[in-house]
């Protein structure tokens, strides 16, 4: 297949950042083609500086290079002057290694991370020069596969997607390339798409939409049915039991242009039982596994040494609750090799002095600004959402951060969350006011930060069932926080677009029939809805009129405990009745405790798949009593000396 | 403190990175050879590392340079003794296409490139908008007038504003170096020295002034010299030497 590079090339001195299309970065590998390779295109649906950072695939990218029997190539949905170049001057979607059509591959894989990205999905489809909708693809078209997080429901993609892949992708893509290459062997004859397709259907964790008929009572769902006996009725996730297993990546991409979190990666656990009940991440990924510490450290070495970054970030879901990560962190900080000029971050912070304290230590070289997310306002409204920091706990937290040298500090929050009242809304301007105050005995002018989000409720977690607000709702809530904080200097208040949380609550909690919509937004230009400036709410409500679905129905309702879901038939492990207690708890204001330190409460993550946890401490860290609701002051002393640190020493 | 100087070169797919980019791929690759670099104080240290002339992304270049600072001790001087290691290690922690062709430590007070590099030599491929031929011999009669003109008044661009000026004395050299071959047959294969001061005249900005008989485009711009002028005299910043192993020119005879 010849490369597309003689046609690309002119097209870049007209478009903005031409650097997003040129491949080259260190980590890419020359791919080994040939007849008895699955060729996988690896597609990013959306800009290259979110997606090149993305770890999933990335992972995937070298499992499936290292094979035998695969060859895979990245693409990214190109910004939209660089479409418009390449839709007049006929150029397909390429990818980036060999700049080939990307219609020549045998799989376009896209990974969902978010569901605002859907009409790209379609887009890039399109620009490959296959038709949209799976039904209508030709023998020798590649087949469509989806993985990340977002196939946790797939139904609103069930029209375009030919096969998801549900969970961890690290085992299945072996398994999913033996089926490929010998389907690619067998020459891709009419009709033998349809066989590919049934064999898919097999692989554990694979779901083939086509295989199933979806029967509707007017706007309710009535049933999910596979058409044949070996097609499963219910799809279960994979989960890969050992971390330490899989290393990778082993040669991260580090790109020549600017990208986001443009620094080495190493992924110290995956899974989190901390039990936020708003959060998906956190329910479809258990149980927690962790990754060897001495396997942290050689991976931070060598990618450092290999890589030339002077920053890596120790990525979780609540890096601070790995067991050890005090010498972990301090570990690669003493590392002499590192000669003192490498700093750590870890994201998602837990808020607690302790962690602070690890944070003090880590950021030496350069202390930024730290981020807590308490995503609630008051403790109520955090024993609601099972994320039970207490009052004293945050200050504690802001406390330790400004007297170590912060003068920035970021509070998430979410608002629009379940039995939330004006008090709770209000709440999060008084804890925002409350932590400058604190500030200001320390510093002379602290900045607070409160990013407000309005809450999606998503699929496999307790609040699937809960109705999300409206924009008016949202406005309203804004507004009252706009008020209450307008007359602190020491406080900005910021918040996500709650027009933008509309069109995600479509996407998120959305049936088959929301295909029609995705579509109609795409027809219509609607690319890159993630981005503010492309985004437009208008799109998706007409949208959604014209195909005689309702907003009301699908986002601001709240379902009963007997409804079909329409993802009920994708299985993350956890028990209906597991999930449905959790949301009358949460309706309670009753907290549930990590199960990682505390007796099994049977999710169903666990012993459904025959896993545990894999832990290398099997008592809380030091401090974090987070997310627990319990004392456990006992689980580790505080290794945090709170010194005094004169004014403004750290800004020199 | 030692300063160094290094060449390097900005060849193929890579060009299409810009001025930060390439800044950023230096700074990883002098980490990767464990090069130990000086870093400024304060808040946010940076490496001391100062380019020349920005490259317009989507120009190629067989002559960038940068200087670098050292950080105090033996370890830098004697990474120096070694030019060809240095150049080698360099040249595999960077991307293909940017290689580190010349070395060589500066004179303590020596100038910064910014101040001292007067001109660059181009060399590009003008082509017809809309796909028609350039005659090489029509082009280079439109040449030769505009040397043989006193004034040359162009409407550039200049962040964001219109700015019209006569650039005529920034045009040291242009000539026509006869048709241009594939990709861009039908083109013709155009060299220029340009000066760089007081603003820098770019070959596309040029071509505007030599339109003759319909618009012409710039394709594959590259620049082949950057170059310092003095009291009649003039040299590269650190000439690259034929054989990449050969021994390292003695810039600092040439720079002072």
Avoid at chain 1, 17 to 27: F, L, M, S, T, V
Wanted: with cysteine; hydrophobic share 40%.
């Amino acid at each position: 297949m010849t490369s597309l590079w003689p046609r690309i090339e002119p097209l870049l001195a007209r478009v903005h950042k031409p650097a997003r299309y040129i491949g080259c970065e260190d980590g890419a590998t020359v791919p080994a083609h040939g007849p008895g390779r699955a060729a996988w295109l690896l597609v990013y649906p959306d800009a290259y500086e979110v997606g090149l950072p993305n770890q999933g695939l990335q992972i995937l990218y070298e499992l499936l290079n290292e094979r035998g029997d695969a060859a895979a190539e990245r693409s990214y949905a190109p910004w939209t002057d660089m479409e418009a170049e390449m839709r007049r001057a006929g150029v397909p979607l390429f990818s980036l290694e060999t700049h080939r059509p990307a219609g020549s591959f045998d799989v376009l894989a896209f990974n969902l991370s978010a569901e605002l990205v859907y009409t790209n999905v379609l887009n890039c489809i399109d620009l490959a020069g296959v038709d949209v909708h799976a039904g209508r693809r030709r023998p020798q078209d590649p087949l469509v596969v989806a993985g990340g997080h977002c196939t946790f429901n797939p139904e609103p993609l069930a029209e375009f997607v030919d096969a998801f892949v549900i969970g961890d992708g690290e085992e299945v893509v072996g398994e999913i390339t033996e089926v490929v290459a010998a389907w690619k062997r067998s020459g891709r004859t009419e009709g033998s798409r349809r066989r590919v397709l049934r064999e898919l259907a097999t692989v554990g964790g694979v779901y083939v939409p086509s295989l199933y008929d979806v029967s509707y009572d007017g706007p309710r769902l009535v049933a999910v049915t596979p058409r044949y006996p070996d097609v499963p009725a219910v799809v279960e996730k994979r989960t890969v039991a050992d971390l330490g297993a899989w290393p990778y990546p082993r040669r991260q991409l580090v790109p020549l242009t600017e990208v986001v979190h443009d620094r080495l990666n190493v992924e110290i656990f995956r899974g989190c039982t901390r039990g936020c009940r708003f959060c998906q991440a956190g329910m479809i990924t258990r149980p927690v596994r962790e990754r060897p510490a001495s396997q942290v450290r050689e991976m931070v070495r060598s990618g450092l040494d290999r890589t030339g970054y002077d920053e890596v970030s120790l990525t979780s879901l609540s890096s601070a609750d790995f067991s050890g990560i005090d010498e972990v962190v301090s570990g690669i900080i003493n590392d002499p090799a590192c000669s003192g000029q490498v700093s750590v971050s870890l994201p998602s912070l837990r808020v607690d002095a302790f962690t602070v304290g690890v944070a003090a230590e880590i950021q030496k070289v350069r202390r930024t600004g730290l981020t807590f997310a308490p995503e609630g306002g008051t403790w109520r409204m955090r024993q609601v959402i099972n994320k039970l920091i207490r009052e004293e706990e945050l200050y504690g937290a802001v406390e330790a951060a400004f007297s170590q040298g912060w003068h920035r500090l970021k509070l998430y929050f979410l608002t629009g969350l379940p039995t939330e009242t004006e008090e709770d809304t209000l709440g999060i301007a008084e804890l925002a006011r409350n932590c400058a105050a604190v500030g200001r005995s320390h510093v002379r002018a602290p900045r607070v930060t409160a990013s407000v989000g309005g809450f999606v409720p998503k699929p496999q977690t307790p609040f699937q069932w809960f109705r999300q607000d409206t924009v008016e709702e949202l406005c309203a809530k804004v507004g009252l926080l706009r008020g209450a904080t307008r007359g602190d200097p020491g406080v900005q208040l910021r918040w996500h677009d709650p027009r933008a949380s509309v069109a995600e609550g479509i996407a998120s909690r959305g049936d088959r029939r929301v295909g029609a919509v995705i579509e109609e937004v795409w027809r219509r230009g609607g690319t890159f809805q993630e981005w503010s400036e492309h985004f437009d709410l208008g799109r998706w409500t007409s949208a959604m009129d014209a195909h005689g679905l309702s907003l009301e129905w699908y986002v601001h309702r709240e379902r009963p405990e007997d409804e079909l879901l329409p993802w009920d038939h994708v299985s993350a492990g956890l028990h209906r009745d597991f999930l449905w207690q959790e949301w009358r708890d949460a309706l309670a204001a009753a907290g549930t405790p990590d199960c990682r330190w505390t007796a099994c409460y049977d999710c169903g993550a666990c012993t459904g798949y025959g896993i545990e946890h894999v832990v290398a401490s099997p008592l809380p860290p030091a401090g974090g009593s987070q997310g627990t609701g319990q004392d456990q002051s006992g689980g580790g002393s505080v290794p945090v000396e709170l010194r005094p640190r004169a004014v403004g020493a750290a800004s020199r | 403190m030692t300063r160094v100087r290094l060449r390097f070169t900005k060849l193929g797919k890579v060009r299409w990175t810009s001025h930060r980019d390439v800044a950023r791929m230096w700074e990883r690759a002098f980490r990767r050879v464990q090069l130990p670099l000086a870093y400024s104080e304060g808040f946010t240290p940076r490496p001391k590392v100062s380019f020349g002339l920005a490259l317009p992304t989507g120009h190629e270049s067989l002559a960038e340079y940068l200087d670098v600072e050292l950080a105090g001790g033996d370890r830098g001087v004697e990474l120096c003794g070694d030019v060809p290691a240095l150049l080698g290690g360099l040249s595999d922690a960077l991307p293909d296409g940017v290689d580190a062709v010349a070395a060589a430590a500066l004179p303590a007070g020596a100038a910064s490139l910014q101040e001292e590099v007067t001109s660059c030599t181009w060399q590009w491929v003008a082509v017809r908008a809309g796909r028609g031929r350039v005659d090489p011999g029509a082009l280079a009669v439109s040449c030769e007038q505009l040397l043989a003109d006193s004034t040359l008044v162009l409407t550039r661009s200049r962040k964001g504003r219109e700015v019209t000026d006569d650039v005529r004395e920034a045009v040291l050299d242009l000539r026509v170096l006869g048709a241009a071959g594939p990709p861009h047959a039908g083109g013709v294969r155009l060299q220029a020295e340009l000066a760089c001061r007081p603003r820098s005249l770019r070959p596309a900005e040029l071509l505007a002034g030599l339109g003759a008989g319909g618009a012409l485009e710039e394709r594959d711009p590259r620049r082949l010299h950057q170059w310092i002028s003095r009291d009649g005299a003039r040299w590269e910043p650190l000439e690259a030497p034929s054989v990449a192993t050969g021994a390292p020119p003695a810039p600092s005879e040439r720079a002072s």
